[in-house]
């Protein structure tokens, strides 16, 4: 990033090659449809680029991506109109049941091998706790950098992330 | 073992990267954002890249570029101010005084001060024009004119020697600037100071330049302040005890003679 700093667009190429399935999947499993998406996904490239005279070498590069995206997704959540969504920064929602399954085909979920069972499952996760699984899962970051990336303190994304794993690992087994 | 315990162990399992949970996550999990989506954010990033390292071309720059700027705006402000000649006051002698190059610089300031320099002991190749004084006697006046018209010392009896004190000690008040940072500040204040009594010791950069000192000399003897003209000289003699004097300075020099005598 500092090489792309000064002026190395390759070096952008090499980031961007790295890091950008992850964080398309990090938009795609809290926007749920493609489109959103891709749009939220390009937005937050375009931060990161904009952004780049204020990178400081102060955390990882990967801590720094995806606290711009988790912002940018907090923003998604906002102003999702539908009400289907809850407020990813709302404190209240993190011990609120899942999604009702039922919102899915049943027969298409009943159809899905175990794998897309999960990442539904994931999707029924409270904002939070679906936050900070896939913060560890597509950026391959810590209690700590989950913590510094959502605002949180360390125990509090312990919990979501104890919460979430509890629920999945339940509900798999409640389905085999 | 707790609930709690358990999950914590569970949890720290997971964290280490080989549970069941993330590999079952990642199977098949092989999203990608769209090839047009790929290149609309590359090109981006080489436009912005290439625009920006156009205009900076590295961090040393960037940090400096504004410092740096600034610098030489106050540089050449100064230069400007220290060095352009008044075009009022231009004399038309001829640039060619036969001095080394940072000589003539001076001398082009000396110039508007009116120096003689037709009186100087300086070389044939730098003739006075004779037409100089009157010139000089026409800047002079329009000065005088301009400074009347600003209200500045309307009626005064000695306007004229006023004026003249003004005009000798200004470009003292300048040629000290680069030294002293707020010289160019303070040259109105030197301004309305010479204007009530001539001093008969110059400034030190003026004491300096041997020249310039008997120019100033002269100028006191042209505007009849023998006092300070005859303080002056013994002051320059005192100084420069083997520097010869202009000939329009003999006639103070012997009477300073016969005095001491």
């Known amino acids: 990033m500092l090489e792309y700093r000064d002026g190395n667009a390759d070096a952008f190429e090499v980031l961007y090659t790295r890091h950008k399935g992850g964080l398309f999947r990090y938009c795609l499993r809290h926007c749920r ?61 993190e011990h ?35 936050d900070a699984f896939l913060l560890h899962e597509e950026a391959g970051l810590g209690l700590d950098a989950i913590a510094e990336v959502s605002g949180v303190g360390r125990e509090t994304a312990k919990s979501r992330l104890r919460y979430a794993l509890s629920k999945l690992r339940t509900a798999l087994r409640d389905e085999q | ?69 600034l610098a030489a705006v106050m540089i050449l402000t100064v230069s400007v101010i220290v060095l352009v000649p008044d075009p009022a006051l231009d004399t038309g002698a001829p640039p060619d005084t036969g001095l080394d190059a940072p000589d003539a610089v001076r001398m082009s300031d000396e110039k508007e001060e009116g120096a003689t320099v037709e009186s100087m002991p300086a070389p044939a190749s730098a003739p006075a024009p004779a037409e100089s004084r009157p010139r000089r006697e026409q800047a002079f006046e329009a000065k005088d004119a301009d400074r009347q018209r600003a209200g500045e010392a309307v009626g005064k009896p000695s306007e004229k020697r006023k004026s003249a004190a003004e005009r000798d000690d200004a470009p003292r008040a300048e040629s000290a600037a680069p030294s002293a940072g707020a010289a160019s500040m303070a040259a109105p204040a030197a301004l309305e100071e010479a204007a009530r009594a001539p001093e008969a010791i110059p400034a030190r950069a003026v004491q300096d330049d041997p020249r310039r000192w008997l120019r100033h000399i002269e100028m006191l003897v042209e505007q009849q302040f023998a006092d300070q003209a005859g303080d002056s000289l013994r002051a320059f003699r005192a100084r420069y005890p083997d520097f010869p004097l202009p000939a329009s300075l003999a006639p103070l020099a012997e009477s300073l003679d016969a005095e001491r005598r």
């Open chain 1, 33 to 93: 449809e493609r489109g959103a998406a891709e749009e939220t996904f390009q937005d937050v490239w375009i931060r990161v680029i904009g952004a780049r005279h204020r990178y400081e070498p102060r955390a990882k590069f990967t801590t720094w991506l995806y606290r711009i995206a988790h912002n940018r997704v907090v923003d998604h959540y906002r102003s999702d109109k539908s009400g289907r969504i809850r407020s990813l920064d709302d404190e209240e929602s």
């Open chain 1, 96 to 130: 609120e049941p899942a999604a009702n399954p039922g919102d899915e085909p049943e027969g298409r979920v009943m159809a899905q091998r175990q794998a897309a069972r999960l990442r539904e499952l994931v999707a029924e996760l409270p904002p939070e706790q679906r």
């Open chain 2, 1 to 69: 073992m707790t609930p709690e315990e358990r999950d914590d162990e569970l949890l720290d399992e997971y964290l280490k990267g080989d549970s069941e949970i993330s590999r079952l996550y990642r199977r098949d999990a092989g999203e990608q954002p769209g090839a047009h989506l790929d290149a609309r954010i590359l090109s981006q990033a080489r436009r912005e890249a290439d625009r920006k390292h156009r205009v900076v071309h590295s961090p040393f720059a960037r940090h400096w570029m504004v410092p740096a700027s």
